[in-house]
């Protein structure tokens, strides 16, 4: 998708080293180390980050229960048995739960609270996409190839693509921006 003097330079390896050193400092069994990558990246750089701007833009505190440093520690001490079993987590939490919560909710898998970007991106912001992502005098277009560009939201109209989509509209409003704020 790259502009080809772009793609020359991109050392994908060089993304990932992070990632990496972080999983092999880790310790104990393959879910151990990878629920400590996901704990120090993704929930540290994302998860906690969203939360905490959200919550205070609207002037709200808010906790986080379970990221109580001894409630953390006992987590990280359980054996993987009680960490999941057949592809279902919290095994142990729910347990604990047992006759507090309803059985549907004991039951059920983990829910995000993701935004139906593939739905939107397909119908009330068609337009808008197109119009952003297609603008031949769109900055993204020094970086990103349009046809790559245009390929992507033909196919998401049967494939979901929104993550990309969505990366190339932050990309490109980004790229906006940089480009008003240096006149």
Not at 35 to 64: C, W
Not at 86 to 109: D, N, Y
Not at 132 to 157: I, K, M, Q
């Amino acid at each position: 998708m790259l502009q080809p003097e772009l793609a020359r330079c991109f050392e994908p390896d060089r993304l990932l080293e992070s990632f990496r050193a972080a999983y092999a400092n880790g310790r104990g069994s393959t879910l151990a180390r990878l629920l400590q990558l996901n704990f120090e990246t993704y929930l540290l750089d994302d998860l906690l980050v969203k939360m905490d701007r959200m919550s205070m833009a609207h002037g709200l505190e808010a906790r986080s229960p379970f990221l109580d440093t001894a409630v953390v520690e006992f987590g990280a001490s359980l054996p993987d048995r009680l960490r999941m079993r057949l592809g279902k987590g919290k095994i142990l939490l729910r347990r604990a739960m047992r006759g507090v919560l309803p059985e549907s909710i004991l039951a059920r898998g983990k829910r995000g609270f993701g935004a139906p970007l593939g739905a939107w991106f397909r119908s009330d912001l068609a337009s808008f996409v197109r119009e952003r992502l297609l603008d031949p005098a769109s900055p993204l277009h020094e970086y990103v190839r349009p046809e790559a560009v245009a390929a992507v939201l033909t196919r998401h109209g049967t494939a979901d693509l929104s993550a990309r989509i969505w990366a190339l509209l932050t990309l490109e409003s980004w790229l906006r921006q940089e480009r008003s704020w240096g006149r």
